[in-house]
């Protein structure tokens, strides 16, 4: 039926792990996804577009717009620089025409031409979403949901790939920051996908759908180093339509940016406020059924998309992810400074960039440990974008900001404390002036 379509947009890292191309040829193969498109992310994002553009063309589908996304990470270095699996492209036939850094601005301008209709799935690290919900913080209260591979939520000790790659992205994601939320926020994480594993030769036998060509071979330069597949991404595609593969659990998922567990996703379910929905356990026999099943009867689904739904048409009735039961407002109020911000029609990548290290800089800069080692200083705050900078971590930087006394030697030999350069020229200050900073300078915002 056509009221069961379901918009999707796809944020991934097709190229590292072999997963993604795995889920994309789901997304292709399924009569109720309409895919609006692609957006890539992490290192080498043009050639993850390539392969992106070969499994689509493998069926026919040039006409789903593929945009690159952000090689690097907000604030630390990338850890995946590399798309290992673009070796395999070959005589594949790809487009090669992508121009870098348009996802963002085609995720902003879909999601707004589409408001409470389409679902963000993103299986790659959070820099893309990041950057887009520092830019814009209504965005999530524009999505019907918001659906990740990321996490790790029931065992306490160590992160998840996506989680960790940029810690400060999926700071932002989770809602750290102060943008909107999305009605449903879904996670699915290693404590079930983990459950989801073929091994290689399994994997060869059953990769003979048309759609799964390329993403065959791209797999065997995974299986150089892996004896297996893990459906990571598949699952959380899967679960987009069938979401009761899965039970779940709701609570609050709590992103640490401090060493060692920067990037952590830590889940408190008793926690009152209840935004995020997490996986629980999955039936992975039936996740394997469905998957291998809708994948080779892909192009017989013509009833289910002609109107010949629900169980006489070969399709199940639609089902949803479970509720949202928290005690926050769906969405926030709108800060004054996005008013002048989205006037802007076309925004050079350089002012995404420049938003989201700001915001990335203030949940660092943010963390217990830091408040601890010296308190907030009440010099005076600007609102960007929703978040609170004080404007000596922007004009000083991080560093700067928080740079504890060091020993100094004297000239008699004795070590004097040396006062803080930041907090030196705080104290010269009069006690009723108010400096501006060049708070749009440092964060490259087209805002005057």
Not at 162 to 174: E, M, Q, R, S
Not at 286 to 292: A, T
Not at 385 to 412: D, E, F, V, Y
Not at 415 to 443: H, M
């Amino acid at each position: 039926m056509a009221d069961d379509k379901v918009k999707i947009i796809f944020d991934t890292d097709i190229g590292s792990d072999i997963d993604d191309a795995v889920a994309l040829a789901y997304l292709l193969s399924q009569p109720r996804c309409e895919l609006l498109g692609i957006t890539t992310v992490t290192g080498e994002p043009l050639k993850r577009a390539e392969m992106a553009s070969a499994v689509c063309r493998t069926v026919g589908r040039d006409d789903i717009p593929i945009h690159s996304g952000c090689a690097q990470s907000m604030l630390i270095r990338m850890r995946q620089d590399k798309a290992p699996q673009a070796d395999a492209l070959g005589g594949w036939d790809r487009r090669t025409d992508f121009a870098p850094n348009t996802a963002i601005e085609f995720l902003r301008t879909t999601i707004r031409a589409h408001p409470g209709e389409i679902t963000l799935l993103a299986v790659g690290p959070m820099t893309n979403l990041g950057v887009l919900f520092a830019l814009d913080p209504e965005i999530p209260a524009l999505l019907k949901d918001l659906v990740l591979m990321c996490g790790r939520f029931f065992t306490w000790m160590g992160g998840e790939w996506n989680a960790i790659g940029d810690p400060h992205a999926t700071a932002i994601v989770y809602g750290n920051g102060q943008q909107a939320r999305p009605p449903h926020h879904v996670s699915f994480g290693l404590d079930v996908t983990t459950q989801c594993t073929l091994p290689a030769d399994e994997c060869r036998q059953r990769f003979t759908a048309k759609v799964l060509k390329p993403v065959k071979d791209f797999a065997e330069v995974w299986f150089k180093h892996r004896p297996h597949i893990t459906f990571h991404d598949p699952l959380a595609a899967a679960c987009v339509f069938e979401p009761d593969i899965c039970t779940y659990k709701q609570g609050f998922v709590r992103v640490p940016l401090a060493d060692p567990t920067a990037g952590w996703t830590l889940f408190n379910e008793g926690s009152q406020d209840k935004a995020h929905t997490v996986a629980r356990d999955v039936d992975s026999k039936r996740f394997f059924e469905h998957y291998f099943d809708l994948v080779k009867s892909a192009g017989s689904h013509r009833g289910c998309m002609d109107g010949g739904g629900g169980a006489a048409g070969g399709c199940p009735a639609p089902t949803r992810f479970p509720d949202r039961h928290d005690q926050a407002p769906a969405s926030r109020p709108r800060p004054p400074a996005f008013d002048r911000f989205i006037s802007v029609i076309r925004i050079p990548f350089d002012s995404y960039a420049g938003a989201a290290v700001c915001a990335a800089k203030r949940l660092a800069s943010s963390e217990p440990w830091r408040r601890r080692e010296q308190p907030r200083q009440a010099d005076g705050a600007h609102e960007l974008l929703g978040m609170r900078i004080p404007p000596s971590r922007l004009a000083g930087g991080l560093k700067g900001h928080h740079q504890t006394k060091r020993p100094q030697a004297n000239a008699r030999g004795r070590f004097a404390v040396r006062k803080n350069p930041v907090q030196k020229r705080r104290d010269s200050r009069p006690r009723d002036s108010n400096p501006e900073p060049q708070l749009y300078e440092s964060c490259a915002l087209p805002l005057s």
